[in-house]
């Protein structure tokens, strides 16, 4: 990686990717470059579906609004 410019190495599992043909992410994190093959890419947006699921599910709604009895 030379400069502040993402490459098609993924930063989860080093492996090399091209963007145009098989997809993935490249971006900034800040002014960090940061890619995403599309298996890791697959796979972290899988487990924030999950885990954000599963968050949403635990809510429980509170009313301080109404009296006790």
């Known amino acids: ?14 492996c090399e990717f091209d963007i ?3 997809g993935g992410v490249q971006g900034f994190i ?3 470059p940061f890619s995403l093959c599309p298996m890791c890419y697959s796979g ?15 809510e429980e709604v509170l009313d301080d609004d109404t009296p006790e009895s």
């Open 1 to 14: 990686m030379s400069g502040l410019v993402p490459d098609n190495t993924c930063n989860i599992c080093s």
């Open 20 to 22: 145009e043909s098989e």
């Open 44 to 58: 972290l947006m899988d487990m924030y579906q999950k885990l954000s699921g599963d968050l949403n599910d635990s």
């Open 30 to 32: 800040g002014i960090l």
